[in-house]
């Protein structure tokens, strides 16, 4: 009897990644939009100011305007010679008097600080010249030269580089290039992604009433949720449904999904078993470089390409496929986007659970506890994915590592690894 071969050795996450990221050359063309509708795109252009923000000195209170050398202490009465709106023009300021002004109104020439109403008070009435006569306001608070003035070009310098291509936009992002004046955006074109899944158990919500379900059948949670991940990295998705584990309709699907897409994502079909068809369709029709990675969960991964179309196979188990996924998959299409920022901030939290750590590196699911340490969910299988619902974050634990209460561990967050 011959020796059975030695299995494959595992690659290095870090590894594989730099190597998928390799192949990830940004995808040509792009777009130009509506700032309205660039939230989540990655800029293709620098934005450069055209302008300083705030254009002119401005009030960040609503007060009044004043010399501070003329203010020699507490209780002085000044004259109000003008009320300054935001948006108005402002008169410089007459010795010896105070401006009246508002949130943002055009700081007038001469003044070099801002009294806030709260510590002022109206002489004759509510803000309003006594009959016959010309408001005045008695300054209760000595004011600090500078205070309460927002500068001009404090924010923003004429000619700076507000937002570098290669950047995702957020909310905040494009509010600052409206902030300068840009009302249209050029960004990257949108990732063209075919996803299917394999595996005749699997059988889509809606189709069979739970009761009913035969055995060895199992809802299919993997399409819904990498949808929602493809979709919220901003993909063009085309969604080619569930298909039969058969060589010949695995290589159909492939086919015809290689045709005008950029990437094709499957979910299940990439281990080794006989009903796995994946591996020999891909190579069928292109090429496979293989991968067993050295992580849990998710040790399936495939990536090869098919056409011009890049493929990436996910492992089946829900889990398995969800952090594969935020991990690998995530960075792949946000560098086909052109983006710059790739990888996943860490930060260091206390571990309030024990784990005896296994040989591979692993993705803990845990989530933040009002202690400020992290708490472990009690099921780490791969196919539990009740855990990374319940789950803020994953802890990335190196391989043969045991973590003891009180430890330090790798804390990643899921808000920014799903966004």
């Not at 919220?232 to 159909?252: I, K, Y």
Request: proline share 8%; net charge neutral.
């Amino acid at each position: 009897m011959s020796a059975r071969p030695p299995p494959p050795a595992l690659t290095a996450l870090d590894d594989a990644l730099s190597e998928l990221l390799a192949h990830a050359h940004p995808l040509a063309g792009g777009e130009t939009v509506s700032t309205f509708e660039a939230d989540g795109r990655v800029l293709a252009r620098d934005c450069v100011s055209a302008l300083q923000v705030p254009p002119q000195d401005n009030s960040a209170m609503d007060g009044y305007a004043v010399r501070s050398v003329e203010i020699g202490g507490e209780g002085v009465v000044l004259p109000v010679s003008q009320r300054i709106a935001a948006g108005a023009p402002a008169l410089p300021l007459a010795p010896g008097s105070a401006a009246r002004l508002f949130t943002g109104a055009q700081v007038p020439q001469g003044a070099d600080a801002i009294v806030m109403q709260e510590d002022c008070e109206p002489v004759g009435g509510q803000f309003a010249a006594p009959p016959g006569g010309q408001p005045a306001v008695r300054i209760n608070r000595v004011p600090v030269p500078g205070q309460w003035i927002r500068r001009a070009g404090e924010d923003v310098t004429r000619g700076a580089v507000v937002l570098a291509a290669g950047q995702r936009l957020g909310p905040a992002d494009i509010g600052l290039a409206a902030n300068i004046g840009l009302d249209r955006l050029q960004v990257a074109r949108r990732p063209r992604v075919a996803l299917f899944s394999t595996g005749d158990e699997l059988v889509m919500p809606g189709a069979v009433a739970p009761g009913q379900m035969k055995p060895g059948t199992i809802y299919n949670s993997n399409r819904f949720f990498l949808r929602a991940l493809l979709q919220r990295l901003g993909c063009e998705l085309t969604d080619l449904g569930v298909v039969p584990d058969r060589r010949d309709a695995t290589v159909d699907a492939l086919r015809q999904a290689a045709g005008d897409h950029d990437l094709i994502l499957t979910s299940g079909g990439v281990s080794v078993g006989e009903e796995d068809h994946i591996k020999p369709a891909v190579q069928t029709l292109g090429r496979l470089d293989f991968w067993q990675i050295a992580m849990k969960p998710g040790k399936p991964f495939a990536y090869g390409k098919v056409g011009d179309a890049h493929f990436i196979g996910l492992p089946g188990n829900p889990v398995s496929s969800f952090v594969t996924f935020v991990l690998l998959v995530r960075p792949f299409v946000l560098r086909l986007q052109g983006a710059t920022r790739l990888a996943p901030h860490s930060v260091g939290m206390t571990a309030h659970f024990d784990w005896r750590g296994d040989r591979r590196r692993e993705f803990l699911r845990v989530r933040r506890n009002p202690d400020g340490g992290l708490d472990l969910f009690p099921n780490q299988s791969s196919g539990v994915l009740t855990s990374a619902s319940w789950a803020d974050g994953l802890v990335d634990n190196p391989a043969g590592r045991a973590i003891a209460r009180g430890d330090t561990v790798r804390f990643l967050s899921l808000a920014e690894l799903v966004q």
